[in-house]
């Protein structure tokens, strides 16, 4: 419903009320004008739905990183799809997805959840998210607005960044999502320039006025601090809620003058217009109840399947890969490092979902090697972990009421008597249930240790917690937030660990207990690591097995302590000793993978020794299978870096996320990523667009820019593949302003194209270069110009390898 219609149907009062959450995902119903309440979930690797309830799994996509490496609207379209078939079969109404700020600097905590360093890459994939997401009536939520690229502090840190850089940079991706058709915007946590953005004249300008955004501006979880300034600003709806700086405190706002009426009444327009295009406000439609594919589904998982293929980066490959299935098919393969068979597949924090069920690395290759072919796997020394032990789950856990796997929830009163109940598939429990008069949150289950040692338990959450085992206590304390983020709060809380002996056979009960309080969340996660195994023959072990092998697939990468919502990262170094295990491998074995399972860069010193290295990014429920067909040459891998890597932490552009007295500049201005590097003369490990493929392409030509009716450029590139498998490229077109008057970068990203070609076969790809890539922002002006003159034009496959030329003029 695009219309203002039953919005002056509501008095003040009502209209007010709408502009706060009803609870923590969902919106006040108003039967007065037909008006349902409004579902809202997180994403965007998939739709949880509302709450954290393990019993409803949901379809789990490969991160948005390997969503920037596709450089494919179409497919990124149809998995926006998905996610809406998804979101309407668990009846939400507005997914919080996608994530459009930017891989500004690769330390950022949550790296994993956006698609690129670059504004155009980023604009074109989001928009594609947003079309495929809408495209089953459900709204897309473009976030986090605006400049929220970083972690550390985020509630708090005011991003100094010049206007240029905003308009150009951070807030193109947005402007894409707005002229894509979005129909939510979420206002972030951070300051840009001194005003918190829940209270920013951004919200105005551009985005409702310039822009024409008609829809709704939802601020982040909590991020709502005041009842005038807010008011005031184009901020249109609170959550969670009920409570919250509006409510009555916005109504006597109003009834002062110091809040416009006409304001509220915009605010609840645009309400009601969400409403409507979602199908919340009116006549309950024949389809209105809950549809879509459930994730299970053999086409859903044919989707995600090929759509992490697609997404794997070959960063490196001696010969080495495909590996032959047929008859010169490896007679042992061993499969090595823990991610083989507990691999990372997805980033932590608010993005996380349940997924159906996970496809392992070891799984997808036993499925997918021919019977003759043995393979061997040695998990090698595991990797250290800041984030501590894993939910005590099925592996050892019982529940000690019914023996099912998984643990025992009661919640109890200040007596102790239970007032709810349930069977939790693990110990991570982040919303209970909590009657009226609850007091304490226990967790219990029957733990039962298949090795004899030293164990480690540990509690998770805040206030008074308790463990003990056996009835005997050994963890007690008083453990208060140190943070009111509510990443950490409610979805990451830290731990409270304890060594506890334990021995292999010998079940014992383990219980948890764990006190509200105010302002404490009530998250209580039961965890448990059993006794690691000896570094030295784990690796000797590994090693070993890989120098029987005729090939080692090597699983490395980040664990549950980095890349996560809350905090950013302090290092680009694997977690230790996984270097050291890559290294001993390839010192014995030449025909090495090394499979990196990482949603960000991290740093490889042994990338130029390794038969191949693939990343994997954080592939999704179907990494296994993905993986398999990519190594056993069934599928290419088809990913193309959407952010450049550097060799080391010390080489990078923007290697801090820490303000200063509360302040962030974004110093480097218009030089993010490839730009910085250019701008530097200095060469990273892997260009922007970096990705080998099973094939190999010669650039032979570039045509004469052809004019559009749009005001921009239609270019013809000539290529040929010069291998001997069928594959796709991605072509990327750079421009570039010898003599400017205006600073600009050495060059950018202007537009970008695929094209499949067979083996010898020439192949034209023709990328259109759209009006704004030619032109800057004047803040003198307040508007885009066309600086007139020539441009000159690159063509080629990396930001760092452009080996055609030409030029444009607009002088005329």
């Known amino acids: 419903m695009d219309g203002g219609g039953p919005a002056p149907r509501l008095d003040l009062r009502a209209a007010v009320r709408l502009l706060t959450g009803a609870d923590t995902w969902r919106t006040h119903a108003e039967p007065a004008v037909g008006l349902r309440e409004m579902v809202f979930a997180d994403g965007p690797a998939g739709v949880r739905g509302p709450g954290w309830d393990e019993a409803r799994t949901s379809a789990l996509l490969p991160s948005a990183s390997a969503l920037g490496a596709l450089w494919d609207e179409d497919r990124v379209c149809r998995l926006g799809a998905l996610l809406g078939e998804e979101a309407r079969r668990k009846g939400v109404h507005v997914l919080l997805a996608p994530t459009l700020n930017l891989h500004r600097g690769p330390l950022a905590g949550r790296h994993f959840e956006c698609f690129s ?47 240029r850089a905003l308009r150009e940079v951070y807030l193109a991706p947005f402007e894409a999502a707005v002229h894509a058709g979005v129909w939510v915007v979420m206002s972030a946590y951070n300051r840009v320039n001194g005003a918190t953005m829940t209270e920013s004249p951004l919200l105005a300008e551009p985005l409702k006025g310039e822009w024409g955004f008609d829809g709704v501006v939802v601020s982040d979880w909590g991020a709502g601090r005041s009842t005038t300034a807010s008011g005031v600003a184009a901020q249109d709806l609170l959550m969670p809620g009920p409570g919250g700086p509006w409510g009555e405190a916005l109504l006597d706002a109003v009834q002062r003058g110091r809040v416009p009426a006409a304001a509220v009444r915009d605010k609840a327009r645009r309400l009601l217009r969400l409403a409507g295009r979602v199908g919340a406000l009116g006549p309950l439609a024949a389809d209105g109840e809950p549809a879509g594919e459930p994730a299970g589904e053999p086409d859903a998982r044919t989707l995600l399947r090929a759509a992490a293929a697609a997404s794997f980066v070959l960063l490196e490959n001696r010969g080495v890969l495909p590996l032959d299935p047929g008859a010169r098919a490896p007679a042992t393969v061993a499969v090595i490092g823990t991610h083989a068979d507990d691999p990372r597949v997805q980033g932590g924090g608010s993005s996380e979902v349940f997924p159906h069920a996970v496809v392992t690395p070891l799984a997808g290759l036993k499925a997918a090697l021919p019977p003759p072919v043995r393979l061997v796997h040695e998990p090698g020394p595991p990797p250290a972990d800041g984030g501590g032990p894993a939910p005590l789950g099925a592996r050892y856990a019982r529940d000690p009421e019914t023996g099912a796997p998984g643990v025992r929830l009661r919640v109890l009163d200040a007596a102790g008597a239970v007032l709810h109940r349930a069977h ?122 890989a120098r029987d092998a005729d090939v080692a697939v090597v699983c490395v990468g980040t664990t549950d302590g980095a890349e996560s919502e809350g905090r950013d990262r302090t290092s680009l170094r694997l977690p230790e000793p996984q270097d050291e295990l890559v ?54 891998p088809g990913g193309r870096l959407p952010t450049t890597w550097p060799a080391a932490l010390t080489d990078a552009a923007v290697r801090t996320t820490r303000p200063t007295a ?123 110009v066309t600086e007139p003159g020539r441009f000159t034009v690159r063509a080629g496959p990396t930001a760092g390898e452009l080996p055609l030329r030409a030029e444009l003029d607009t002088s005329g």
Do not use: M
């Open 117 to 163: 360093e670059d504004p155009l890459l980023a604009a074109r994939t989001g928009a594609a998210l947003v079309r495929g997401i809408q495209s089953r009536g459900v709204a897309a939520t473009a976030k986090h607005y605006v400049a929220n690229d970083s972690e550390t502090d985020r509630l708090t840190l005011d991003v100094r960044v010049g206007e």
């Open 424 to 545: 939790q598939p693990s110990g991570r429990v982040l919303e209970p249930e909590l009657p009226p008069g609850a007091h304490t949150v226990e967790l219990a289950a029957v733990l039962r240790p298949d090795a004899t040692g030293s164990w480690t338990l540990g509690l998770a959450g805040f206030g008074t917690l308790g463990l003990t085992v056996d009835g005997q206590p050994v963890l007690a304390g008083e453990f208060p937030p140190g943070t009111d983020d509510p990443a950490v709060v409610h979805v990451r809380p830290p731990q409270q660990t304890v060594r506890v002996h334990l021995t292999a056979g010998r079940p014992v009960e383990v219980r948890a207990h764990r006190r509200l309080a105010p302002g404490t969340g009530r998250a209580t996660v039961l965890t448990a690591a059993a006794p690691a195994p000896d570094p030295a023959g784990s690796l000797a072990a590994a090693v070993a097995a």
């Open 583 to 636: 290294r001993q491998v390839i010192r014995v074995q030449p025909r090495t993978v090394v499979v990196v399972n990482a949603g960000g860069p991290v740093e490889l010193p042994w990338r130029a020794e390794a038969g191949a290295v693939l990343l994997t990014w954080f592939p999704g429920q179907e990494a296994g299978h993905a993986l398999a067909d990519v190594l056993l040459g069934r599928g290419e």
């Open 662 to 784: 509360g302040i962030l500049p974004y110093e480097e201005g218009l030089h993010v990523g490839h730009r910085a590097w250019l701008r530097a003369g200095r060469t990273p490990a892997y260009w922007f667009g970096h990705g080998l493929g099973y094939t190999t392409w010669r650039y032979e030509a570039l045509g004469a820019p052809r004019p559009r009716a749009d005001g921009g450029y239609r270019i013809p590139v000539v290529l040929r593949n010069t291998g001997d498998r069928p594959g796709r490229e991605v072509v990327q077109v750079h421009l570039s302003r010898p003599g400017s008057a205006v600073e600009r970068p050495v060059r950018w990203l202007a537009g970008w194209t695929a094209v499949r070609a067979g083996p010898g076969e020439r192949v034209t790809a023709y990328v259109r270069i759209p009006a704004r890539a030619l032109r800057h922002w004047c803040p003198a002006a307040r508007a885009w």
